[in-house]
């Protein structure tokens, strides 16, 4: 943490990142769809997975059902081919030899093609890339966790560049999904319940990505964490105005400031009409409204459940037809309905040729950009060149470590007569003891989009391809031989082994009990894609667990320090008075046992803020902070919604203060600008950070407004005793949003700009009457809150 000049971190203004084509490789382009075979286009439309099972555990919804295809790979060819899926990510392979695969594919592919085009190849990279033996970062919910944008772009840029050594293109990752539901088995996957946290730190990644070559593909468009009770692929119930206002922002900032260059559909349907066949949302909105020149992509076999779930379709050619109709260019994983079912519709006049042109156009512009369509092209990627590649080298391990340090949460901390319960000192350490399911399980750091989540638990011949060291581990390397028990598992704990657990509680000084999730696919775990939770009590055993051994720990005096790791957020409500302290993480990656003990110890300052909202109780959802003023407790309901802990809050070992509150002025007009701004210092003995956060209230909407809404961020690392002068410039368009009319609109009037530590506190409230006409605003208006720290190093929302 050094001083230095005021500075200003902003994400980009409106700049593409994709390569502007000269006049002569568009004509190229041009030349070869007026050149090609009807065949010959289609073949560009699809992708193939080549290693896909059809018989085992599933990565992808209905994999075993659809996955099937009994054409050898020359036939599959034959034509050319779009795209190649996960040919990194599907099974377990070395990556160099992986590489050399998919040199030999592409040579094939070229040879068989009259044009030599080799095929596009994307692979998941939600928390990394997701391949054997590459690093395995935090999941998306940390990034949430960190506000650190300025982290999340570096990790991003870390594996684009590892991706574009292995011949990969397109990366399918950020997930842009605003939790609606905290029960939804994906929340691990999203950034956080705020639209526009999610917008700012998805746009980070996307720049990183794009930044290192690769094609950034925005999802899942758009509405697919709303779905009903928290159920996968449910549908889902919501008017325009959530939908514009909630779900689609983080898209739009993520294409204008961040430079996506893909978007893929929601598997879901939105008052009965899916994404995949909703042509008002993929080509009026997304392309004409918003003038986006990307590819859309379908969700693995979203083309074909329009005819196998959704029933919108009679059969593959039907729905190869709506979804080319609504506007999605590829269909992946593999070919299901663009094949033979769509060429034969289309020689039957049902769909015009002149759809297939469109797509195939922004399709091969995409492969110009990547300089799949130059001469020069080789179809060895450059890590064969180099004779090695390690995905998982020290400088990742270093940055994962960061942003896991930087993501955990400090939600509770008791004083006793000696101090704080955390940090731990060192004579806490002399008798101390580890416990629970999670305590020596390794995959407790692990996201379900971690490749040894994703793939590797589906071959348990083969090894982890990196370290992951476990929470007794990594306490073990630290202070030696420490008391710790494996207390089961997150879905089944004996009776002895609770006894074991309270066994070891009762005999040392601090014990530190680990709960939360195993993330899988499906069924297999307990967070994860198709694993949606009845509710928010911890899963299996595990609450009657915590409360038997925090029972032992008080009686003994020992001192129970609650961890979670998971991917969602748990009701907490009947341990919070009895911890000594609870830390919450979401799966923080490889890293994350290290990354714990550096905030337990007070190595690491914890400075993490809550993503999503954690509740005092498992029932009464769906429900996060973004409501309106009925949504929260009231005297016409006897529920009351009321989070635990809200979003944005978290501790310090640290204290902070806040004044000298001042703003430009107390009004400006409905297409101007007003600065906000305030000193913050540590007062307290330690460096630390603190993230600023912005809320805006409009306390008189012509429609049903939030309480609250963030709309601009800063975290403000301070040495201790060091202050910081912090600046939000928050332009009127900020304040817009869906009106009557269904037009987005800057309306007249006075609304309030709070400026807190967390949605639920208040530190200082400006008024600000904004005065003028109704202003209509769309795609250009200003999306960002910019914020200038003066002088301390920071990373913004901004």
């Given amino acids: 943490m050094t001083s230095g000049a005021a500075?200003?971190?902003?994400?980009?203004?409106?700049?593409?990142?994709?390569?502007?084509?000269?006049?002569?490789?568009?004509?190229?382009?041009?030349?070869?769809?007026?050149?090609?075979?009807?065949?010959?286009?289609?073949?560009?439309?699809?992708?193939?997975?080549?290693?896909?099972s059809t018989d085992g555990?599933?990565?992808?919804?209905?994999?075993?059902?659809?996955?099937?295809?009994?054409?050898?790979?020359?036939?599959?060819?034959?034509?050319?081919?779009?795209?190649?899926?996960?040919?990194?990510?599907?099974?377990?392979?070395?990556?160099?030899?992986?590489a050399r695969r998919l040199a030999a594919a592409q040579e094939q592919i070229m040879?068989?093609?009259?044009?030599?085009?080799?095929?596009?190849?994307?692979?998941?990279?939600?928390?990394?890339?997701?391949?054997?033996?590459?690093?395995?970062?935090?999941?998306?919910?940390?990034?949430?966790?960190?506000?650190?944008?300025?982290?999340?772009?570096?990790?991003?840029?870390?594996?684009?560049?590892?991706?574009?050594?292995?011949?990969?293109?397109?990366?399918?990752?950020?997930?842009?999904?605003?939790?609606?539901?905290?029960?939804?088995?994906?929340?691990?996957?999203?950034?956080?319940?705020?639209?526009?946290?999610?917008?700012?730190?998805?746009?980070?990644?996307?720049?990183?990505?794009?930044?290192?070559?690769?094609?950034?593909?925005?999802?899942?468009?758009?509405?697919?964490?709303?779905?009903?009770?928290?159920?996968?692929?449910?549908?889902?119930?919501?008017?325009?105005?959530?939908?514009?206002?909630?779900?689609?922002?983080?898209?739009?900032?993520?294409?204008?400031?961040?430079?996506?260059?893909?978007?893929?559909?929601?598997?879901?349907?939105?008052?009965?009409?899916?994404?995949?066949?909703?042509?008002?949302?993929?080509?009026?909105?997304?392309?004409?409204?918003?003038?986006?020149?990307?590819?859309?992509?379908?969700?693995?076999?979203?083309?074909?459940?329009?005819n196998v779930t959704h029933g919108i379709a009679a059969d593959s050619g039907d729905a190869a037809v709506l979804a080319l109709t609504a506007g999605v260019d590829v269909e992946l994983p593999t070919v299901n309905c663009y094949g033979k079912p769509l060429l034969e519709r289309i020689l039957s006049g049902a769909v015009p040729e002149?759809?297939?042109?469109?797509?195939?156009?922004?399709?091969?512009?995409?492969?110009?950009?990547?300089?799949?369509?130059?001469?020069?092209?080789?179809?060895?990627?450059?890590?064969?060149?180099?004779?090695?590649?390690?995905?998982?080298?020290?400088?990742n391990r270093a940055l994962a470590r960061e942003i896991a340090g930087q993501s955990l949460v400090l939600l509770t901390n008791r004083t006793y007569d000696g101090g704080p319960a955390l940090p731990l000192l060192p004579s806490a350490l002399e008798s101390l003891g580890v416990v629970g399911p999670l305590a020596h399980d390794p995959f407790a750091m692990l996201g379900c989009y971690s490749f040894d989540a994703h793939v590797g638990a589906s071959h348990p011949e083969v090894p982890m391809g990196i370290r992951v060291p476990t929470v007794a581990a990594a306490a073990a390397a630290r202070f030696g031989s420490i008391p710790s028990s494996v207390t089961g598992t997150c879905e089944a704990i004996s009776e002895e082994q609770i006894l074991e657990a309270c066994g070891i509680a009762s005999t040392v000084d601090t014990c530190v009990i680990v709960v939360g999730d195993n993330a899988g696919l499906f069924g297999r775990g307990t967070s994860g894609e198709g694993n949606d939770a009845p509710d928010l009590k911890l899963p299996g055993d595990q609450h009657r667990m915590l409360d038997r051994v925090l029972a032992a720990a008080e009686a003994a005096g020992t001192r129970g320090i609650v961890v979670?790791?998971?991917?969602?957020?748990?009701?907490?409500?009947?341990?919070?008075?009895?911890?000594?302290?609870?830390?919450?993480?979401?799966?923080?990656?490889?890293?994350?046992?290290?990354?714990?003990?550096?905030?337990?110890?007070?190595?690491?300052?914890?400075?993490?803020?809550?993503?999503?909202?954690?509740p005092p109780a498992p029932g009464g959802q769906p429900g996060t902070y973004l409501r309106s003023r009925l949504a929260g407790p009231s005297g016409v309901s006897a529920l009351d919604p009321s989070a635990l802990f809200g979003f944005g809050h978290g501790l310090s070992y640290t204290t902070f203060g806040f004044s000298d509150h001042t703003a430009t002025a107390p009004t400006m007009s409905t297409s101007e600008a007003v600065t906000v701004g305030c000193t913050v210092t540590n007062t307290g003995a330690l460096d630390g950070a603190e993230v600023v956060q912005l809320y805006l209230e409009d306390p008189v909407g012509e429609v049903v407004r939030p309480v609250r809404?963030?709309?601009?961020?800063?975290?403000?690392?301070?040495?201790?005793?060091?202050?910081?002068?912090?600046?939000f410039t928050v332009h009127a368009d900020r304040t817009s949003f869906t009106g009557v009319d269904l037009k987005r609109v800057v309306a007249p009037g006075l609304v309030k700009l709070h400026v807190t530590t967390s949605s639920t506190d208040d530190v200082h409230t400006h008024e600000v009457i904004l005065h003028g006409e109704r202003r209509v605003v769309g795609f250009e208006r200003e999306m960002l809150t910019p914020v200038t720290v003066t002088p301390e190093l920071f990373a913004s929302g901004a």
């Fill in 564 to 614: 979670v790791l998971s991917g969602r957020p748990y009701a907490l409500g009947d341990f919070v008075d009895r911890a000594a302290a609870i830390v919450q993480g979401f799966f923080p990656g490889e890293e994350g046992a290290d990354a714990l003990w550096d905030v337990l110890t007070g190595v690491v300052n914890p400075s993490g803020k809550l993503p999503v909202s954690v």
């Fill in 709 to 727: 809404e963030l709309i601009g961020y800063a975290r403000v690392e301070l040495t201790a005793g060091a202050s910081a002068t912090v600046e």
């Fill in 57 to 98: 555990d599933s990565v992808a919804p209905l994999q075993n059902e659809m996955a099937g295809d009994g054409r050898s790979w020359d036939d599959v060819i034959s034509h050319g081919l779009g795209q190649i899926t996960r040919m990194y990510g599907t099974v377990p392979v070395e990556p160099l030899e992986g």
């Fill in 354 to 395: 002149a759809l297939v042109d469109i797509a195939l156009r922004r399709v091969l512009t995409q492969k110009q950009e990547a300089g799949l369509l130059s001469p020069d092209y080789r179809p060895a990627p450059p890590a064969l060149a180099a004779g090695s590649i390690d995905l998982d080298p020290a400088l």
């Fill in 111 to 306: 040879a068989a093609s009259r044009f030599g085009i080799p095929a596009q190849v994307h692979e998941e990279c939600l928390a990394g890339l997701a391949a054997w033996k590459a690093t395995a970062f935090p999941v998306p919910l940390a990034w949430g966790a960190s506000f650190n944008p300025v982290l999340v772009r570096r990790m991003a840029g870390r594996i684009g560049g590892q991706m574009s050594a292995l011949g990969v293109h397109q990366g399918l990752a950020p997930v842009l999904d605003v939790v609606r539901d905290l029960r939804w088995g994906r929340v691990e996957e999203t950034i956080g319940e705020d639209p526009y946290l999610v917008g700012t730190v998805a746009s980070a990644y996307v720049q990183g990505l794009e930044e290192a070559g690769i094609v950034a593909t925005l999802k899942h468009f758009v509405g697919y964490s709303a779905s009903r009770a928290g159920r996968n692929h449910a549908p889902v119930s919501m008017g325009p105005r959530e939908l514009a206002d909630v779900m689609l922002p983080p898209f739009e900032l993520a294409i204008r400031h961040g430079g996506a260059r893909s978007v893929m559909h929601a598997y879901t349907d939105i008052d009965g009409v899916p994404a995949a066949a909703n042509r008002a949302l993929l080509t009026s909105l997304l392309r004409d409204e918003w003038g986006f020149a990307g590819t859309v992509v379908a969700d693995y076999f979203g083309v074909a459940f329009l």
């Fill in 7 to 52: 500075e200003k971190q902003a994400l980009p203004q409106a700049h593409p990142i994709a390569v502007v084509l000269d006049n002569e490789k568009r004509e190229a382009v041009e030349r070869l769809i007026r050149e090609m075979t009807l065949e010959e286009k289609l073949a560009q439309l699809v992708g193939v997975w080549v290693n896909a």
